[in-house]
């Protein structure tokens, strides 16, 4: 079971979390002024990649808030904790190429 | 009583303590601290099984939880039967019933053993190239047979009598093993004054010190600085020490999961410990320190009851104080095999030693058993045994470097101890993911690289030597803890250091030759060899292929040499083939301890409502929604769900019902930005709603589709009562929190869940007014002034209440919301107050009927995540001039707004009023047309109504709405009905009966 830093609580056990999956899909603001092509991009592709991912995150059963984290899909380590709407400080680049 | 292979002396058994259990119905004497192998061993029994595929007679092979043969079911009473029990780790105690396993009729006369006849025929993939053809004998004949044979032991029928705990941990160092590597690591750690924990699977701690009664350590005996070290231990604050607790998966982030056996060793349990005890432990450092497990030899018939592994042969006389045989023959190919040949001559035993390895290549413990007065025969293989149900004597013969073989001899024995080397236990290692290495001066796989914060020491290091353990354990111990103290210590030498062997040298036709790798599922040599003849390259699929390692074996006594043959037949090198995958569990786990107390009532958490006790007390029959209890119908005497229901629909439309709705998700929207946000969320406006003033919501998400619905009121500018579903409260808060929080936390608005703050009370009916009228006051309750889709606060019997005139009957309706601690007081007053009128308690099955008779929609079941608003006929809720809210652009998809063939909500009338459809029914236009037909839609909601006398059914259909007044074909479960497409509404078509 990971172990998640929430930043408002602490360490405290996956169960306690929702990923939200991947982060940085910011909602267009004119969602009407995007094409069917733009539209289902938004909606429905995602990354899937092996090594670092920045990831949405939950905490809905503590202080029920979200923030964002870089976890590596390989090690399932987690490299950064950022709030929602900031960028990672760590670059997105795999740490378990070997 | 008689156990004539106990020794007169030595063991850690209690003598002043003899026990008695029964094997296979006969009673087995034995004493205090033996296990159950250890006493039939003591008794001259070593036949105590039959093997998984072949039915041969299996013996016990070890002393520990690497036990890959002797499997029996132990009965501890009733519903306290377990199946698949290692004789070697079950501690004997009075009042246990064992039993051999996988034979029929009896241990002694086995049916089955023919299958040890046909052996050619049950080679590698014997399953896969055999039940191939016919097809059609798929599911009557090979399904049936392969089920029959497939699975070890009988699983207990009745339910498990025991409570079992759970605990959750957290430590800075927990140390995995209590032998001398773990024992020096918790001295080390423990004086950091760290929190520490730990456990060991035994008994006692102690791991190798337990049966090495010669050995010193700092120039006293084992025995003692064991019992100082325990001592030490033990009167620590800072360190928790478990005994019989296996860490059995290791866990992301050094999340490490144990199991505890608490009270099976009792032979009264007290009633108040629980069976097993799940430790969940968190722990900031690991120490690995669980050890080596010994690899059997490989030869023809190795597995005969009466061979075991060299150490455990050491393991039976030292601790147990019992001799396996009067006869011993050791087979090894290494030192440490002469330490158990030394003792087991020390205890008066007959002992010859075969070596493969030749004499020039042996160290100076030939010489010493030699002096001992033993025969030694180096450069020896072995290519057979004799005896069937044990052993009684085993065919060597000199082998050259070359490999030829010499001359056969036949060395009459009635115990052989093997020893091919050790295989450091990496499993915890491999399932913290971290990387091996190979090592090719130990031929064993040992950590190299760690994901996670632990370290190993001791043999699971491939470090055998006993001062080397101390110190290498010690060392561990200390920098676990953040200190980088180091220690030497003294001990004896330990006679290490061994030749790897993959299959003793024969001069049989090798393809003849049923020589065992893997005991548990009989898993020779040769099919191994056969799996890489068929082109099976990766050892993963020749460990499927051939079913190598799997069960409770999981690698322990097999994995090497399956490892080193398949390398052998590949010719790679044996870390190109690599090793397989280590999963948890690392030994056999009861469900029990995974389960832990979440059983029954604890099993998922049950909701209830304040009426709940209310309705029970008046018959009620309850159906669950989600985690709540929600009444379901109230029979009265002589009822069924029919009866009771057309009753309850009825008196709702004449008279008047009341129906508990707390169940309903309430979300309360408060903030200056309240408005903006809910148009937002909603298809509908809500800048323009009065407050005081409700309106049927609908919710969408992102894609276009409904995700839930409720009337939501307005309380004043600022402030919403939203409501949802029952099962999608905590849903809709999460969806609404997503978006506030993370796409407009510019908005200012605070969402607060008060599902059950609020206690719904549902009145509906011609006479709903005249009931509350004379408990209600501040409300003027007045058609005019207080019109449907209102809200009034007010007070009710003198309680605080938001008052809604909503209706999902269609009838004239109130929901009387009053805080949850009023609620049963409040319903009991209106109770008897509407006792002239007819009042009538009704249940979730009468809400659906009324609600279908009016054509609403339940989310969930009108739609199922694929239905726009329009699809049910609800295009007119959305806002006309909004230019975005959750879910707009996708109503503008080209699949959404396709013209034809969406599928729409109509009504079904069936041709036969009495024929009520299925729910989930598929509809059909034609029911001649070819198979597979196409189909049109399902229905999805379908009652009997009293109050339409006649069936009513709800249903989408493909263009639904263009069909009205067309027949169409619905399935049943013995062919098609008919019925006619109409309006989805069957009652009060026009809607008056609301507005009364």
């Known amino acids: ?98 | 009583m008689a156990q004539p292979f106990r020794l007169s002396r030595g063991g850690r058994i209690d003598r002043s303590r003899p026990i008695v259990f029964e094997f296979n119905g006969k009673p087995i004497h034995g004493y205090q601290g033996d296990t159950v192998a250890s006493a039939l061993i003591a008794n001259g029994i070593h036949h105590v099984g039959r093997s998984f595929k072949y039915h041969r007679p299996r013996g016990i092979l070890s002393h520990g939880p690497d036990e890959p043969s002797a499997l029996l079911s132990v009965d501890r009473g009733p519903g306290r039967v377990d199946p698949n029990n290692r004789a070697s780790v079950v501690e004997a105690r009075s009042g246990l019933r064992t039993h051999s396993q996988n034979h029929w009729p009896s241990l002694e006369y086995d049916i089955g053993a023919v299958n040890d006849l046909l052996s050619p025929v049950f080679v590698a993939g014997f399953y896969y190239k055999t039940f191939m053809w016919p097809r059609k004998f798929w599911d009557k004949v090979y399904e049936p047979f392969i089920r029959a044979a497939a699975g070890l032991g009988k699983a207990p029928t009745q339910a498990d009598p025991d409570r079992y705990a759970n605990r959750h941990a957290h430590c800075d160092v927990l140390i995995v093993g209590a032998g001398p590597a773990g024992l020096a690591a918790a001295l080390a750690a423990a004086k950091t004054g760290k929190r520490v924990i730990l456990a060991d699977e035994g008994p006692e701690p102690g791991g190798s010190l337990l049966h090495d009664p010669n050995a010193e350590i700092d120039g006293r005996p084992a025995a003692s600085w064991l019992e100082e070290t325990l001592a030490d231990l033990d009167g620590r604050e800072n360190v928790i020490l478990l005994s019989r607790t296996t860490a059995f998966g290791y866990y992301n982030h050094n999340h490490v999961a144990l199991a505890e056996r608490v009270t099976d060793h009792l032979p009264t349990a007290s009633g108040q410990a629980p069976r097993e005890r799940l430790w969940q432990v968190r722990a900031g450092e690991v120490v690995l320190a669980g050890g080596a497990h010994e690899r059997p030899l490989v030869f023809a018939d190795n597995d005969r009851p009466g061979i075991l592994l060299a150490e455990s042969v050491r393991v039976f006389l030292n601790r147990y104080g019992v001799a396996p045989g009067r006869t011993l023959v050791f087979a090894t190919s290494g030192a440490s095999a002469y330490t158990a040949a030394l003792e087991a001559k020390q205890a008066g035993l007959a002992v010859t030693i075969v070596d493969l390895r030749l004499e020039a290549d042996c160290g100076p413990e030939v010489a010493r058993l030699r002096q001992a007065g033993c025969e030694v025969l180096t450069g020896h293989t072995v290519v057979g045994s004799k005896g069937r149900k044990r052993v009684t004597g085993l065919i060597v013969a000199p082998v050259g470097s070359d490999g030829r073989c010499g001359g056969r001899r036949v060395l009459p024995c009635d115990a052989v101890g093997m020893s091919g080397g050790w295989t450091p236990a990496v499993h915890l290692f491999s399932q913290s993911r971290g990387k091996l290495r190979y090592d090719d001066r130990l031929d064993a796989f040992v950590p190299n690289i760690s994901a996670q914060s632990e370290r190993s020491a001791g043999a699971s290091k491939g470090t055998y030597d006993l001062a080397d353990c101390l110190a290498e354990g010690f060392a561990a111990g200390a920098a676990a803890a953040g200190s980088d103290e180091r220690r030497t210590f003294s001990a004896t030498p330990t006679l290490t250091g061994f030749q790897p062997v993959r299959v003793m040298p024969t001069d049989d036709d090798p393809k003849k030759v049923r020589a065992f790798i893997d005991f548990q599922n009989d898993v020779t040599a040769k099919d191994i060899k056969l799996a890489v003849r068929e082109g099976f390259q990766s050892i993963e699929h020749v460990k499927r292929y051939t079913t190598t390692g799997m069960a409770t074996d999981q690698g322990k006594t097999s994995n090497m040499n399956a490892l080193g043959i398949v390398a052998g037949q590949l010719d790679k090198p044996l870390p190109a083939v690599g090793t397989t995958t280590f999963r948890p569990p690392y030994t056999p786990v009861t469900f029990g301890a995974l389960v832990g107390p979440a059983r029954h009532a604890l099993f998922d958490p049950i909701r209830t409502t304040p009426i709940h006790g209310w309705a029970q007390s008046h018959g009620a029959t309850f159906e669950n929604v989600a985690l709540w209890r929600r009444a379901w119908y109230f029979p009265k005497p002589g009822e069924d769900l029919h009866a009771a229901v057309a009753r309850e629909c009825k008196a709702v439309r004449e008279h008047v019902g009341i129906f508990d709705a707390s169940t309903l998700g309430k979300i309360e929207v408060v903030g200056p930005d309240a408005a903006e946000f809910m148009n937002r969320m909603y298809v509908n406006p809500w800048a323009k709603l009065a407050n005081g003033r409700c309106r049927y919501g609908l919710m969408l998400k992102e894609d276009g589709y409904i995700l839930d619905d409720g009337v939501v009121a307005r309380v004043s500018d600022t402030c919403f009562h939203v409501t949802t579903t029952t099962g999608g409260a905590a849903r809709v808060l999460a969806h609404m929190e997503d978006y506030l929080q993370t796409e407009w936390p510019d908005l200012q608005v605070f969402l607060t869940s008060t599902t059950e703050q609020w206690a719904v009370i549902a009145l509906q009916g011609p006479k709903a007014r005249q009931v509350i009228e004379p408990l209600v006051e501040g409300i003027d309750l007045s058609p005019q002034a207080f019109p449907h889709m209102a809200m009034r606060t007010g007070t009710i019997c003198g309680v605080p209440t938001r008052l809604f005139r909503v209706s999902f009957t269609g009838e004239l309706g109130f929901e009387i919301n009053v805080p949850t601690d009023h609620a049963l007081a409040v319903w009991e007053a209106i109770f008897a107050a509407g006792q002239p009128h007819g009042i009538t308690p009704y249940g979730t099955e009468t809400m659906h009927v009324l609600r279908a008779e009016k054509g609403y929609i339940i989310v969930g079941q009108e739609t199922d995540g694929t239905v726009t608003p329009d699809d049910v006929g609800l295009a007119g809720m959305i806002a006309k001039t909004k230019t975005d809210f959750v879910g707009k652009r996708s109503l503008a998809r080209p699949d959404v707004i396709a013209t034809t063939g969406r599928k729409q909500l109509i009504g079904l009338i069936t041709e036969d009023p009495k024929t009520v459809l299925d729910e989930g029914a598929q509809i059909v236009a034609d029911p001649n047309q070819p198979i597979p037909m196409r189909m049109l839609g399902h229905v999805t909601s379908s009652y009997w109504s009293p109050n339409c006398n006649r069936s009513i059914a709800l249903a989408l259909v493909a263009d639904g709405r263009s069909l009205m007044g067309r027949t169409l074909h619905i399935t049943t479960p013995d062919g098609f009905t008919r019925a006619t497409v109409s309006e989805p509404v069957f009652f009060d078509t026009t809607g008056e009966r609301v507005n009364a």
């Open chain 1, 1 to 98: 079971m990971l172990l998640i830093a929430c930043p408002h609580c602490g360490n405290r056990p996956e169960t306690e979390f929702r990923c939200g999956g991947q982060a940085h899909i910011a909602r267009p603001e004119a969602p009407s002024a995007q094409s069917d092509e733009a539209w289902a991009e938004y909606l429905f592709v995602r990354k899937n990649p092996r090594g670092v991912h920045a990831e949405r995150w939950c905490h809905v059963h503590g202080c029920g808030r979200w923030f964002n984290a870089l976890r590596d899909t390989v090690s399932d380590r987690f490299i950064e904790i950022y709030p929602m709407g900031a960028q990672p400080i760590s670059e997105l680049q795999s740490e378990a190429r070997a």
